[in-house]
């Protein structure tokens, strides 16, 4: 089944733990991207990727990492999380930029 | 720097009533536009896109929208809405006629419908 997995699902930890959340993919996309949705404001793109080791900033990349060294996983990592890093994440993978982005479920992080 | 409005951020409508979601953005080049859709506790799946040729593009479960350049506007309309529409309808547009997979959302609309 063609899918976008994300773990984790749910998360909660503390200011300053350093926390990766993984997404693969198994359609053999070349794109993939990160987003965050925060009530009233919508998705925002955090990075996104184009091909293996090629990544590129997002409207809100600030405070987060990511990777690209497969085709089929994109990390996101949060070197010292904040609270105003609390949000639901997603990621997303298509064919190319013509295609639809699939989603994956979402990870509900809170930083306390 | 590049947006996406959508105007109407909450919609409460009757089954069988008309809908008309409003989009608009502020890239004047090439785009690519998107309508998302997201039911209650589930992720974002694609309602309908448009890439080129005629702007009247329809898409899934009775949806379609019209892209009208000259206003930078790309409504997403149902004329008879379902209880089962209820959901959060994102508008998306990729700049740079998809030259990368930047991909901007506005803050959505959430429509209610009573049956």
């Known amino acids: 089944e063609a899918q976008v997995t994300q773990n984790p699902r749910y998360l909660i930890t503390v200011t300053g733990k350093k926390l990766t959340v993984t997404c693969s993919q198994n359609m053999n996309h070349e794109y993939m991207s990160w987003y965050r949705q925060d009530p009233g404001l919508g998705l925002r793109q955090i990075y996104y990727s184009m091909n293996v080791e090629v990544t590129d900033k997002g409207d809100v990349p600030e405070g987060y990492k990511v990777s690209r060294k497969e085709k089929r996983n994109f990390p996101l990592i949060l070197e010292s999380p904040s609270p105003n890093q609390t949000s639901l994440y997603f990621c997303a993978s298509s064919l190319n930029t013509y295609q639809p982005q699939h989603f994956g479920d979402g990870t509900r992080l809170s930083i306390l | ?115």
């Open chain 2, 1 to 115: 720097a590049q947006s996406v409005s959508q105007h109407n951020h909450h919609v409460i409508l009757s089954e069988a009533a008309s809908l008309e979601l409003g989009c608009n953005y502020s890239y004047g080049g090439t785009v690519n536009l998107f309508w998302y859709v997201q039911y209650p506790g589930q992720h974002l799946q694609l309602l309908l896109k448009y890439f080129s040729g005629d702007p009247l593009v329809k898409g899934i479960k009775g949806f379609e929208a019209e892209f009208i350049k000259s206003k930078f506007s790309f409504n997403l309309r149902k004329p008879s809405v379902q209880w089962s529409d209820t959901a959060e309808y994102f508008c998306a547009v990729n700049p740079w006629g998809g030259a990368t997979n930047k991909l901007i959302f506005g803050t959505g609309t959430l429509l209610a419908v009573q049956p």
